[in-house]
């Protein structure tokens, strides 16, 4: 497959070397320095381009993507909460692709499910409250992390007990508090816990490089390429959100 990568940062440099690893062949590599390339014959020739940059920009490289007919996985974050609508309504009404997702690791794709359905069980032990705590290197310009939100929002949608989630101390019982701590080079550990007066219960994701978002995001570029729309690691993965047995709630 032909890929183009877009940022050739900490990830771009990892997901040349995962692609190559596969088989594929860099086509085109677009940095900072190099914005006109988005018209070249080399960018347009790509069957997938891959986008790990920032979140001031990763709206206009959606864009310019699109322009240049070139379908896009990407995993910049930070961007969602202004331009998420947009970019949606571009790929599910104007035949856009763009598959999109805070984190691309498998353990994460996991992690995500087991955060669910444990936020569902809860709703029937009332003496648990909920916190999250995300760490990263220091070099992040988002807080919370993407991968943050994505899980915080798995919890909002399962437990009835919370509304809406915060930055670091929660105000109401019905807030859902995100710390962030930005330390060293750390890749990316992900805990949420849940406590009571008599115990507490704590699931954890810790990324020991970036080799599993490289490999996740190169098997959402060989998914994208045959596929139209907005997509998102429950299409790559659509058995994860089989559960086990639904807890009742009666
Ligand atoms: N979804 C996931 O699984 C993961 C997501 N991420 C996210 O991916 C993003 C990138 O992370 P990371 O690679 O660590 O960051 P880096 O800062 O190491 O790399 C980003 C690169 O993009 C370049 N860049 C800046 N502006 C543009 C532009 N307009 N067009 C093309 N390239 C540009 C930067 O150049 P310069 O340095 O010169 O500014 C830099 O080389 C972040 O948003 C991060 O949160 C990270 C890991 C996993
Ligand atoms: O910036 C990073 O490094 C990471 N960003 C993503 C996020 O914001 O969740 C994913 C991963 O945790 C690494």
Redesign the pocket.
């Known amino acids: 497959m032909k890929i183009a990568l877009?940022?050739?940062?900490?990830?771009?440099k990892e997901l040349e070397k995962v692609a190559l690893s596969r088989g594929h062949e860099i086509v085109c590599i677009?940095?900072?320095n190099n914005?006109d390339d988005f018209e070249s014959e080399a960018f347009r020739s790509a069957d997938v381009a891959i986008e790990?940059?920032?979140?001031?920009?990763?709206y206009?490289?959606y864009i310019r993507t699109f322009k240049a007919g070139v379908k896009l996985v990407s995993?910049?974050?930070?961007w969602m909460a202004e331009h998420g609508d947009e970019i949606k309504e571009l790929c599910e009404k104007e035949g856009k692709t763009l598959f999109w997702?805070?984190?691309?690791?498998l353990g994460?794709a996991i992690f995500s499910a087991v955060n669910k359905y444990l936020a569902k069980i809860m709703n029937q032990f009332p003496a648990y409250d909920v916190t999250m705590s995300e760490t990263h290197h220091i070099?992040?310009?988002?807080a919370p992390?993407?991968?943050a939100i994505t899980l915080a929002e798995g919890i909002l949608e399962n437990l009835d007990r919370k509304s809406h989630w915060v930055k670091e101390e929660a105000a109401t019982t019905d807030e859902l508090p995100i710390h962030s701590i930005r330390e060293g080079e750390v890749f990316?550990i992900h805990t949420v816990r849940y406590d009571s007066a008599a115990d507490s219960i704590s699931i954890t994701h810790d990324a020991k490089n970036?080799g599993g978002?490289a490999l996740?995001?190169i098997l959402a570029a060989e998914y994208t390429a045959g596929k139209q729309g907005y997509l998102g690691m429950s299409d790559l993965f659509p058995f994860l959100a089989d559960e086990p047995s639904k807890p009742s709630s009666k």
């Open positions: 877009i940022g050739y940062g900490k990830m771009g677009i940095d900072i914005q790990f940059t920032n979140p001031m920009v990763a206009s490289n995993g910049s974050t930070g997702s805070s984190n691309f690791s994460v070099h992040k310009l988002d992390s993407g991968t990316g970036r978002f996740g995001a």
